[in-house]
Nanobody, 117 residues
Framework: QVQLVESGGGLVQAGGSLRLSCVAS????????VRWLRQAPGKEREFVAG????????YHRNSVKGRFTISRDNGENTVYLQMNNLRPEDTAVYYC??????????WGQGTQVTVSS
């Protein structure tokens, strides 16, 4: 069983930065791959970034490449999403999820990111 809690969201001007954190409970968190998804008002949830259990492999959606970076610290049971050069279109609720073998069963409650123009 894994419980996830996101934090770090807020209101920022375009061009600004935020760092989201996803803190997990459970001794086996280092076995789980993690994804960040986001959902804007009136839109479907979409993939943002993912990281393997070891942290050795990462992937980001094209629209955030060069601006967002996913990382993890398994000693702290935490996955981060560093977001730089934020744009108004990045406004959404951001969720982290943990999964094994491609099945993501555990999700946090989300954290709101609002980027003003």
């Amino acid at each position: 069983q894994v419980q996830l809690v996101e934090s770090g969201g807020g209101l920022v001007q375009a061009g600004g930065s935020l760092r989201l954190s996803c803190v997990a409970s459970g001794r086996t968190f280092s076995s789980y791959a993690v994804r960040w998804l986001r959902q804007a008002p009136g839109k479907e949830r979409e993939f943002v970034a993912g990281i393997s259990a070891s942290g050795g492999t990462t992937y980001h959606r094209n629209s955030v490449k060069g601006r967002f970076t996913i990382s993890r610290d398994n000693g702290e049971n935490t996955v981060y999403l560093q977001m730089n050069n934020l744009r108004p279109e990045d406004t959404a609720v951001y969720y982290c999820g943990a999964g094994l073998r491609g099945l993501y069963n555990y999700w946090g409650q989300g954290t709101q990111v609002t980027v003003s123009s």
